[in-house]
């Protein structure tokens, strides 16, 4: 990972930290004047966002390490391992509102909304905090491919809607006395949370498990090594992500009269290609001679 790519998730890191404490002091404020199950919920979410994104800055600052004699990949599985985290979180905080919700429900004596136009300035502040933050993590998250980033900002996109039906649940209760939309509401962000969280741990879990890249990428990759002179065939294309790196490994075939020199070069020159389509990509490239069929005690002939 570059500097510059480092630099920049870690300004996302600490903007997601900050933007957290911020919106839990609001929050926490509101629902003492409101007394609103939905600024609650609104209030719980933005706590374990608190925990997650002080967890997230430290595994983008683990996974930014350079390799060393222990982790001669690097450090990037660390984001993977963050992102499952951040999953679990927001499945117990939707767990904990759907409760609340439903007992508060099952009273049938919904408890009275105070103070509505101080919450509603809280939540219109929260969206604006979160709209400015999402939009920063989305653009450091196209730039770097960190997979912590992506799962923050996929979490806070899915903020937003907890924190409109908050602002429509407090303006209901002030003009019409509906004080159960409250709940309502609340379980509905929390189905909204579950859905994140489920889609953010099969990214993570995907990576953990070494799922190969997509099917578009390696689709482009058997395209440049097609393309490219000198080399008159490949095979054993194989493909693994971790965090915001995806380890690209490749058998090509050249001219068995090549001198080392020229064998070299022309490896070389392919994976500067593939770099330059793929820069968040890893490349190995091992060469064979054309038409040379491995050896009948070669491990990887066994594996097939």
Known sequence: MTENATKMNLSAGIASACVAITLVALKLWALGETNALSV??????SAMDLMVSLGALAAIWYASRPADEDHTFGHTAAEDLAALG????????????????????????????LAHNKGIVVMVVSIVLTLALVLWQRRVASATGSAVVKADSLHYLGDLIPNIGAILSLWAANLFGMEVIDSVVAIGAAI???????????TA????????????MITGIEEIARAHPGIQGFHELKTRRSGSVIFVNLHIELDGTLSLEEAHAIGASLRRRILHAYPRSDVMLHKDPVGVEPHPDDPSRKRR
């Open 205 to 216: 879990w995907d990576g953990l498990m070494d799922r190969a890249a997509p099917d578009d």
């Open 192 to 202: 909204m949370l579950a859905i994140g969280a489920v889609q953010i741990f099969r």
């Open 86 to 113: 951040q999953s679990l979180f927001i499945l117990v905080s939707a767990g904990i509102i759907t409760w609340a919700a439903i007992v508060r429900l099952m009273s049938g004596e919904p408890a009275p909304i």
């Open 40 to 45: 609650a919920a609104s209030l719980a979410d």
